[in-house]
């Protein structure tokens, strides 16, 4: 935030403030160049003579709240000013700490959706405060104008935001539903990062839709365990038909002489195709073929059945 009014005939330097407080309510780090007559704004003047009320408890609500206020060295020497004549908490800064700045917005600014013309404005500029060839008045000038232009090309793509509780949903910095279904089920990854980021977007049939895809991953896999490869093409083939293989599969294991292991086996397996088939009676079938649409309520419960599902098949039998 550059401010380069001066507070005595303007409220623009006490707007400015206002905007710099505001813009510390988002996640950001914000810093308030005061650059020419706006170093004004931060030396203690007499209430009557600033336009737009007291600019020091702008001040100093930016600086509690771990952000930074810079008076640049350069400016206050312009008007006779010295650093001690600055109010607490205002830092004076020299040019080529202003520079620096500029390096870091250029770098910043290269990851934002910008014109590329604009970042190149900006590196030019840079080169020019390092050799020294742009007066302190033609800087703010400057500096005051990229700002705006930065502020308008960021007003061009729509910008999305993620509530807190919801971040790691769309960010997932690690796998949603464990390592344990990461490395068994790899092939799921795609589409069950598409169930978080659908998710943290409140696009709740869009969410159940990807899970049911996860969930199909699953039952491939258990098809497999099964052997059932050899009894056909199961790639083509309907979940229903899929489910009723696999049963089929596992009457044929429990059938002959019992052991108690036996009998677990197939009791795990058992549980695992009836709770295929619920999944694809509740939801797969509704959401693969539009017949209904999902709210959040129903999203959340699908998506903590599911995780628990996986979870399981997952685990050795």
Same mark, same amino acid.
């Given at each position: 935030m550059i401010i380069d009014h001066s507070p005595l005939n303007t409220e623009k330097a006490a707007e400015g403030l206002r905007?710099?407080?505001?813009?510390?309510?988002?996640d950001n780090q914000v810093t308030v160049l #005061? $650059? /020419?007559a706006g170093v004004w704004a931060g030396i203690s003047l007499r209430p009557a003579m600033v336009k737009g009320g007291d600019l020091k408890k702008h001040i100093d609500t930016i600086v509690m709240l771990k952000h930074e206020v810079w008076a640049e060295e350069e400016s206050l020497g312009q008007f006779g000013l010295s650093p001690e004549q600055v109010m607490f908490g205002v830092k004076v800064a020299p040019r080529r700490q202003v520079e620096q700045a500029l390096a870091d917005a250029e770098a910043a600014l290269s990851q934002l959706p910008i014109s590329p013309v604009l970042i *190149? !404005?900006? *590196?030019?500029?840079?080169?020019?405060?390092?050799? *020294? !060839?742009?007066?302190?008045d033609e800087l703010g000038y400057v500096l005051k104008? $990229?700002? /705006?232009?930065v502020l308008a090309d960021l007003a061009a793509p729509l910008f999305l935001c993620i509530p807190r509780g919801s971040r790691n949903f769309y960010t997932q910095p690690?796998?949603?539903?464990?390592? =344990?279904? /990461?490395?068994t089920f =790899?092939?799921?990854?795609? /589409? #069950?990062a598409a169930a978080g980021r659908c998710l943290a977007l409140d696009e709740w049939t869009a969410t159940i839709f990807h899970l049911m895809r996860v969930l199909e991953h699953g039952l491939r896999d258990l098809a497999g365990r099964l052997e059932l490869g050899a009894t056909g093409d199961l790639d083509q083939a309907t979940w229903g038909t899929i489910i009723d293989r696999i049963e089929s599969r596992i009457r044929e294991l429990d059938a002959g002489p019992r052991s108690p292991e036996k009998t677990a086996t197939a009791?795990?397996?058992h549980g695992l195709a009836q709770q295929f088939r619920h999944f694809k009676d509740a939801w797969r079938n509704h959401v693969m073929h539009a017949r209904t649409h999902y709210d959040q309520h129903e999203a959340w419960e699908v998506w903590t059945s599911v995780r628990a599902f996986m979870l399981r098949l997952a685990a050795p039998p």
């Open positions: 905007m710099a407080v505001g813009q510390t309510m988002a #005061l $650059l /020419d *190149g !404005t900006v *590196g030019q500029l840079r080169k020019r405060v390092e050799e *020294g !060839t742009i007066a302190g104008t $990229l700002h /705006d232009q690690e796998p949603l539903f464990g390592d =344990p279904v /990461d490395r =790899p092939e799921a990854r795609t /589409d #069950l009791s795990h397996y």
